[in-house]
């Protein structure tokens, strides 16, 4: 696939990980995803951008020691404007965890939660535009929020974003995939009554690899663990793992790879 140059507002932009230790994500995701790293300083707070085929795919940078939020993927959309997104999110009763901020001379970010509690981010951006690459192994393929109010977060992202909002017909679960403009561009999934009381609404994130259970092995081998085996989807072929920091995300072998 040619490099991603833009991304539609309305639509995810860019992940990267809060880590447990830096140096430690970098080996796991390294064998994981075949993943080079950029040099990063402390001057920009040691964020890292990963690197695959030569295209910024991801990035991460070290938890605070004192952090009250333990180790997670985060999820940002491309807006034409953050400062609106933000006042538009407050309208709907999302709240702003952090304000409108410039990074640099690389786009205007803020990060958020929506009326259920699920964090993600907002960028606009300027020099950077997110991804470089998407739907390919080694880059994200799927990004969807687990709350445990479905219809109402659907809700809050069809209005935010103007997005519609296709209810999957399978009775076993709670699904909607939110569109913008007609393109699959997220998934909305209620958690159930066996998801334990202790785990928050939160985004999560999926990446495309080349086999799912060579993947899942390599997750158990690096230390992380497989939380769910490998299954075979419409979609294609699913496991849901984490990191050995306990970050959660999804690996897929897309069946229709873009």
Known sequence: MPAMTKHAAGTVSWVDLAAWDLEKAQDFYGALFGWTFDPSNKENGYYTMARKNGQHVAA??????????PPAWNT??????????????????GKAMMEPMDVMDAGRMAFCTDNTGAAFGFWQPNLFNGAGLVNEPGAM???????????????????LFGMTADKMPDERMQYWVLKKDGRETAGVMQLDDKTPAEVPAHWMTTFAVANTDEAAATVARKGGKVIMQPF??????????????????????LARPA
Request: glycine share 8%; proline share 7%; no cysteine.
């Open 60 to 69: 991460m940078m070290p938890i605070p020691k004192d952090a009250p939020f």
């Open 76 to 93: 940002y959309f491309a807006v034409e404007s953050v400062d609106r997104s933000v006042a538009r999110l407050k309208e709907l009763g």
């Open 141 to 159: 393929a799927w990004n969807e929020a687990k709350t445990r109010d479905g219809a109402k977060a659907v809700a809050f992202y069809k209005d």
């Open 232 to 253: 075979d989807s419409p979609y294609g072929r699913i496991a849901i793992v984490a990191d050995p920091g306990g970050a959660m995300f999804g690996v897929i072998t």
